[in-house]
């Protein structure tokens, strides 16, 4: 009899304690929320101090509620440990030889071809046809062509060591750009960056976020991440999971189809009033037609500005899919100023001249590219590295 008066009153403390948590939760519209833990709050403590409460939708939040493990004291499940990402200085050359792997076919047929006994036109249109092949495109392929044809004119010897220097000289030439290819990720009048993700379906927008999120905590910034592809729930919840395991927050809708502008905008005021460095935003990539896309992507930048100044907008491609990722970037920079590309699936089956094409046809540089699908695969691009790994 007296075990079940115990039991009794056990019971009841353990409802009056679960029912005050969930009376006390907030209740905005878009929430900051940690995944896993996002109902009972198990997360340790973020970096910044003013870091509490809701996204900014208007929500008070007068005392915090008990956490979990104040509820359940020993029985408390263990806390989460955040990761350390390595910063991300020097990670090309680090994963160069992922992109070694797939790229030196080209280089190596490029290599073999000039250092034929005889250049004549049936050659020099071979290296024509490997430059095509490689995803550079027609016109840079046939300048690449012409100007390697005057320089051997011109310089006459062809050692093999020649022939690679001449070959390195001119895909650098290709490659390079004028415009800084540095992110715009830092904090500027007193207001966290804000960058924009966006791209076709598929082409990894959510896992450069991600990718992205945790090399910028690896340097030492702290991010909020904003779920803005609200087409459907799960690119939230894997946005989410990225953002978890390095303590970047991740600004969500509670309801499916909700506004992406309106996440976007919960987004920002969240990194405004938690004085985080960056705000990173990923959008849907999928979209009925044209005028949809521009219509969307339109909208959440002009609400975004709202608050503040949009700093980055990436397009992410899918370097495996050639010339016609080629034929959606165009589509894209109409719609939105597009001020860097991000060239994902660099390690799998693509063919590096993409990064040649890609710049020529958009004028905007190539700042990042991604060499894998593990969380540290993403590198600020780096020509050298890129040239020197196409030639073996
Ligand atoms: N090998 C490789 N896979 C990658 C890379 N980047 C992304 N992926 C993979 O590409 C797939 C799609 O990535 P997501 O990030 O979901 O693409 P998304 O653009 O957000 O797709 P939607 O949300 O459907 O528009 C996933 O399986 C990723 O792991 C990369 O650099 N290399
Ligand atoms: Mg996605």
Redesign the pocket.
Known sequence: MTAYIILIVVIAVVALGVGGTVLLRPRGMHGVRRGRARELDLTGPLPKASDQGSSGTGTATAAPPPTAAELLGPFAPPQPTLEKPPPSAGRMVRLRARLARSQSGFGNALLSLLSRDRLDDDTWDEIEEVLITADVGVTPARQITADLRTKVKVEGTRTPQDVRAMLRGELLAQVETAASRSLRTQRHEGRPAVVLVV?????????????LARSLVGDGQTVVLGAA?T??AA?AD?LETWGDRVGAKTVRSVKEQADPASVAFDAVSAGIEQEADVVLI?T???LHTKNDLMDELGKVKRVVEKRTSVDEVLL?L?ATTGQNGLRQARVFAEVVDVTGIVL?????TAKGGIVIAVQRELGVPVKL?????GPD??APFDPVTFVDAILG
């Open positions: 791209g076709v379906n598929g082409t990894g927008k959510t896992t450069t976020c991600g990718k592809d087409f459907r690119a894997q990923d849907a990539g999928r992410v899918d994902t699936k660099l390690d799998g590219v991604g060499l894998g699908e695969d993403l």
